[in-house]
């Protein structure tokens, strides 16, 4: 029996990447190997047919044999308020509508496509659902306090208790909020991985030496105020006040908030100590990897980050992070990383002072880097495996129903 699979993913453009993974090849715009190409390649395994849809600003369908792909739009993007919940609640029903006429068997959705509790009706039509937590349900520490986010999350956990098939989850924390909001009540539990290439990262050279001043700190990412990316400045103006000419920094990405990081790096005079040429291709951030000593991700409270990839990234190229603990990815990866307070931009700037004057403290963190790494290059761990195990069983299951055994 062939399985219909319907995947709800989220802001990214599906077309371009399909046609990459049909001829066997990578992404060049990817360091991963992107979570699409994975499922698509479950499905080619088992022989499923897939509608995949994202909400890629461009509206875009493509129909390649047992694939559909569909870049759809949220309706009112950019909304606030009411609005906003609105417009999470249409979307989550125009993809149930799509479901229900492709004649999906089970639904695998990714967080942020549409609140889970909207979810429930797929199962009402006969759809199995499957949430895929690339996001913490809620920052790390930092559960909401507002009546309308604490009763969405008590809308999702009777999702989560009585709904949902089984739950997929990026990280340990992703999972464990899980089971806090259902007081141990929920489907069953799987962590995936981010997976990788290995021969990107083995053509980045070790670190500079420990001794090579200036220390070299990136930051690789979206640059958006919930990123951290103006703490980054404010860092960098105390890091050179207390230990002038030791410390330089490169911030590397796009986002909302680059031109007015760029004005407010003008505005401090930080043009000797904070370099941010913005986006940078695959072979220019090997060049960054190279000339840096170690990556920061501080993440505020504002956001919900499930395993943030430049973590992995850093740790791959064998480069210590600095972060707090509203990333996941510090349980996972913690004998590699500084930990900082959240939020606090005075504990960051303690923790790179202690980092650059301690050779020991910095290389027994880079030493942990090569073993840490291992899982992001196991596919076992991928999205490919882990669908297997959670998905196949439920084919069977439904070949047992078809033929009466």
């Avoid at 700037?349 to 291992?374: F, H, N, P, T």
Wanted: aromatic residues 10%; neutral net charge; proline residues 7%.
């Amino acid at each position: 029996m062939s399985i219909r699979i319907f995947h709800a993913t989220g802001p990214i453009d599906l077309i371009d990447p399909h046609g990459y993974w049909k001829r066997n090849e990578h992404c060049p715009t990817q360091v991963s190997i992107t979570f699409s190409s994975q499922f698509e390649q479950f499905c080619e395994d088992i022989g499923a047919e897939a509608y995949i849809v994202a909400y890629h600003p461009r509206k875009d369908i493509l129909r390649d044999g047992a694939f559909t792909l569909e870049n759809r739009p949220k309706p009112m993007p950019g909304a606030r308020g009411v609005k906003y919940h609105l417009s999470e609640i249409l979307y989550g029903l125009g993809l149930l509508v799509t479901a229900v006429r492709f004649r999906a068997d089970v639904a695998l959705m990714d967080s942020g496509t549409t609140y889970y509790f909207v979810t429930s009706l797929f199962r009402l039509m006969g759809i199995r659902v499957i949430p895929v937590l690339h996001n913490t349900i809620w920052p790390s520490g930092f559960p909401p306090t507002g009546s309308v986010q604490r009763a969405i999350l008590w809308l999702d956990s009777l999702f989560y208790r009585h709904v949902a098939t089984a739950v997929i989850g990026v990280s340990p924390e992703c999972t464990r909020q899980v089971a806090q909001l259902t007081r141990g009540r929920h489907a069953p539990l799987y962590e995936i991985r981010a997976q990788f290439l290995r021969e990107y990262f083995e053509q980045i050279p070790a670190p500079p030496p420990f001794d090579q001043r200036p220390f070299q700190i990136m930051f690789v990412g979206r640059v958006d105020r919930i990123k951290g990316v103006f703490d980054i400045l404010e860092m960098a103006r105390k890091v050179e006040a207390s230990a002038p000419g030791q410390v330089r920094w490169e911030m590397c990405g796009s986002g909302p908030d680059l031109e007015e990081v760029r004005r407010r790096h003008r505005d401090m005079g930080l043009e000797s100590i904070v370099n941010i040429p913005g986006w940078t291709s695959l072979p220019g951030l090997v060049e960054v990897f190279a000339r840096s000593h170690a990556a920061i991700v501080p993440t505020r409270s504002s956001f919900i980050e499930g395993l943030p990839m430049t973590v992995a990234e850093a740790i791959l190229a064998g480069r210590p992070v600095i972060t707090n603990p509203v990333v996941p990815a510090l349980e996972v990866l913690r004998p590699a990383c500084v930990a900082a307070r959240t939020d606090d931009v005075d504990s960051y700037v303690e923790q790179v002072l202690k980092l650059i004057s301690d050779r020991e403290y910095y290389e027994s963190l880079r030493r942990a880097c090569a073993d840490l790494g291992e899982p992001f290059y196991d596919r076992e761990q991928g999205m490919t495996a882990v669908l297997k195990r959670v998905i196949l069983p439920l084919k069977d299951k439904g070949k047992s129903k078809k033929t009466g055994s």
